[in-house]
């Protein structure tokens, strides 16, 4: 049995040009010899659609779209999702299509409303299990969350059903370390459900969201036989014996909460009428995993630095080109914070897309001013000096009379940060250029940024970057380059400075970076109370002050650009938190 | 049958805050002799906790507060709404307080997960209609969204229960109209259930969301007995003879999907035991309303313009208070939409809480310029003028070499506007001030505002007010007062005008604002496509061009602030729509 995992990435509400994705895949597909082709949950519309879905014309498209895609599929089945309306219910659905029609229907069983999932918002659930049977064998068919459920609709396939093959078909978020995860659950749901199981993850950037691809297929004892690239396009195929998943069954399905429906899919056409051209499978440009050379098609895994640098470069290629920009603008500092989004901006984009811009005051230090100069040299990029000294003294002038006789405080520092803000913004709306913004997780969690200020853009690169790991990335980049990398090595030794006052080093107002993100990490990603933390060796005193720092700058994160998520939870549909909030703890 | 329904005003996340405010209205409500006294849904953390729930310390916060609190309702059975975790599950529970503990928990089945609501995320579904059976009646308790459902557990507590009283606890949150829809709603409720319904909306605003109060009581064939004010505070006294409801008991419960607890609620201490002051029961400040008197505690309705006002100054006034500050500045334009913020502030906070700032062009007309100042002085508010000429030539200078060649276009028109940004913001950071933005929902909708411009700000006074509705307002405002009200009358006579190009008015960007207005509404309220908004008698291309404004400017409004909403669908949390999103239709 020859399956083809195609590993693509839509572009959310593209109907036609997702369809015409799906169309070119399954030529592919046949032309490599699979009988089977299995695209990702919901492709058709795009994931996640959001309120797309509460429109019936959007539905009606999605609906027109899949029926003109049936007709196209003959020789070879194609499992692809969808969003359903079917009487006054929507369903996230898989249909398969042979024969030129849609031939059978699997509604998602399991649907995730918790972190940056919403999706009892729109669907309404499934409530039956879906093995198909073809002439040679048993393929059981689910959706993303539906697996992740132990003793749930796989197990059932495989065991009730006697699904040789289980498909799962997945839109799944990327964070970092998230395939070690998903090849652990999926090893045990597949020596569970004594069946292959054949893992299809969606690819792309979508808003905040990263789709990493890495599909993965495994043996009915869980062994690993075929990995998909991360963060990159796929045609997996790869070549099963069933009789290997026969010989385990016979144990007992652990629960059977659903009806099970063993659909016929009797094809008119022979199925794998590609099959001739079974042998320039290879042709194809992807090769075929067999049980001969089972790790032919084993993508070799990226370390947790690459991976999250490459999640980083594909949330900005996609954002940037599908919301149909060229070019990109960036402030450079001198700082490690801007030079690194530099460099994923040069990595995603190439150097031609990208113009920086140094924006020095009477604070800019030298050494600051040179970086950021050596930096756009080395990475041969578009770079302009704008000094903002002339209008930093035009609005002390202006706004004289209101702060005479006031210490200097933040808002002096402010006015400079939303000086370069009205800059940036301007040659953005002459040129047509995207801002990406700079700040890091970590300042963006206690709220050392100005708002309006460095905070202003259309995407914020590493948002969801702690500052440690923006040192540890920086480092990254540099390593990939045979001579010194792009990166000036005094960007990465000096003291972290705002530079918006005189002497001013971040560690005058914030703790060690080391310490700020171990308490980020408890309080925002793993929800843990002051007592907690202090329990890690934090004193008390200092947890409460940089918690009440995150907890009074909500404000500011609510009207932040989107950025790449990389952790399990970032600033932004997972953390859902209100602004008028009084509890401290 | 004496029942206190406490339309009280709690502060999320301020635990102690609302336990004490509880037990305050518990010892009114005792002394004004009531037997039972009813709380809005989650009083002890406030609505919505949102994420707060995914914290164990904030739950365990809440037990704690609720244990408390039992023990202090003695001699009065108290219904409180509470999060409340059991095992790993989460309810949005109703505490039954009686004889100083906690006799009894209902946990809401009907869990809303679509508009402004994402129940699903956090609780799980109750299965079970609780009714209290007392001395001498028998009370059904359900919450908010329960009594929404037909045939739901109201009508299962009222025929198969046979409770002669339903009492609902709800956060129900405001849109225009919205009374009216719920008191036809309870009408039939009532009836079909055979009982009195005691309808208990909190009051108060937080975040984008106001809770309007205007509680209902009605009786057992629907007729409304008593209405509790709108965007106040109040504790609502009604006696209720339970026998007006026995005589009707006797049709069958039409459906019947959950089990059925009755539980015997049996006073150590009297109930009632302050019934001796019953008689004084007008004295505690309130009034009871009696079958002698039933309309002895009926609010007047507010008329639609009338309770839009009010809802923007709750809302104004809360946020800015439970954010705990005590001051706001406003850029005052001379045109209509800075007007009536600008009131809107003065009614919400007084005259001696709001600034403002004119900041005046070389495009600001005379006419604006004084039209500001003359509104300033009738409301009797601080009143700034702080000029943006020079700074607006020094950004032409040190962007001039990046600007010459080019005609000027929106370019230059935000520069202006994000000059006035840095102004009212460094107002703000040096007073520690709110700066109130001032956009409608008009022009959020099609983008004709500037992200980080006017859009620059802690709360959107008018962000969900169409232009149109602004226009009423505006007059309803003025009418408002015997001498001529404070808009000038120039104000709402001049064509609308961004002024921030020569001879410029909305007119040369937009349509019609009666027509912008009905087009978002269609398209954004109602989710309607392009072909059934032209089948409305607008030219198809006219759709087109506004449509792809509205679909081409979510990504400001993803950083713009939060706003009061006042329709049944803003531009907030009850719109999820993507940024990358291709679909156009």
């Not at 049977?133 to 059981?140: A, E, I, S």
């Not at 009806?259 to 090769?287: F, K, Y």
């Not at 000096?385 to 002390?396: G, H, K, S």
Request: glycine share 10%; hydrophobic share 45%; with cysteine.
């Amino acid at each position: 049995m020859r399956i083809a995992l195609a590993q693509v990435n839509p572009t959310v509400g593209d109907l036609a040009g997702n369809a015409a994705l799906v169309i070119a895949k399954v030529r592919e597909a046949a032309k490599a010899g699979a009988e089977l082709v299995v695209f990702p949950e919901v492709v058709l519309s795009g994931y996640p659609p959001e309120d797309l879905l509460l429109k019936g014309h959007f539905l009606e498209g999605c609906r027109k779209e899949l029926a003109a895609l049936a007709q196209t599929c003959n020789g070879i089945i194609a499992v692809v999702g969808v969003p359903l309306l079917e009487g006054r219910d929507v369903y996230n659905a898989a249909a398969v299509l042979a024969n030129g029609k849609v031939a059978e229907i699997y509604r998602k069983i399991w649907l995730p409303n918790y972190a940056v999932f919403d999706e009892k918002r729109y669907f309404e659930a499934g409530s039956e299990v879906l093995v198909l049977q073809l002439p040679d064998l048993r393929v059981g068919i689910n959706i993303c969350e539906d697996i992740w459920e132990e003793c749930g609709p796989t197990e059932e396939a495989g065991l009730a059903g006697g699904a040789e093959v289980v498909v799962n078909m997945s839109m799944s978020p990327y964070h970092v370390g998230k395939g070690a995860e998903r090849q652990a659950m999926l090893a045990k749901r597949a020596a569970d459900a004594a069946a292959f199981i054949c893992y299809l993850n969606g690819v792309g950037g979508q808003d905040e969201l990263v789709f990493d691809g890495q599909s993965l297929v495994l043996g009915p004892t869980g062994e690993l036989l075929a990995r998909g690239r991360q963060f990159e396009e796929q045609l997996l195929v790869v070549d099963l014996d069933p009789a290997a998943a026969r010989g385990l069954k016979g144990k007992e399905c652990p629960r059977s909460s659903w009806p099970l429906r063993v659909a016929d899919v009797a094809p008119d056409a022979p199925v794998g009428a590609g099959r001739a051209t079974r042998e320039a499978g290879a042709n194809a440009g992807e090769g075929v995993a067999s049980a001969a050379e089972p790790y032919g098609l084993m993508a070799a895994a990226l370390s947790p630095d690459a991976e999250v640098y490459r999640a980083l470069c594909l949330g900005v290629h996609d954002y940037v080109l599908k919301n149909r920009f060229r070019h990109v603008v960036i402030g450079l500092s001198g700082g490690i914070d801007s030079a690194l989004t530099a460099c994923v901006a040069v990595s995603a984009l190439g150097a031609g897309c990208v113009t920086c811009v140094s924006m020095p005051s009477r604070f800019s230090s030298t050494g600051t001013k040179s970086d950021a100069r050596e930096l756009a040299e080395r990475l041969g990029i578009d770079f302009r000096e704008i000094p903002i000294e002339t209008l930093f003294e035009a609005y002390l002038g202006s706004l004289g009379p209101y702060l005479a006789g006031r210490t200097p405080d933040v808002t002096e520092q402010n006015i400079q940060a939303r000086i370069r803000c009205n800059i940036l913004m301007a040659l953005s709306n002459k040129f047509g250029w995207l801002v990406l913004t700079t700040g890091n997780k970590s300042e963006i969690a206690v709220g050392y940024t100005t708002l309006y200020g460095d905070m202003a853009g259309g995407f914020a690169v590493i948002k969801d970057v702690p500052k440690t790991l923006v040192y540890r990335l920086a480092a990254y980049r540099n390593s990939l380059d045979d001579r010194p990398g792009p990166i000036p090595a005094s960007t990465l030794e000096r003291a972290p400075s705002a530079e918006l006052a005189a002497d001013q080093t971040d560690q005058d107002t914030l703790p060690p970076y080391g310490l700020l993100d171990q308490i980020i990490d408890a309080y925002v990603v793993r929800d843990e109370s002051v007592e907690e933390i202090a329990a890690l060796g934090v004193p008390l005193a200092e947890v409460e002050r940089v918690i009440g720092m995150i907890d009074g700058n909500e404000y500011k994160r609510r009207q932040a650009a989107p950025g790449v998520r990389i952790t399990p939870k970032a600033f932004g549909k997972d953390r859902r938190l209100p602004i008028t909030n009084r509890f401290r703890g």
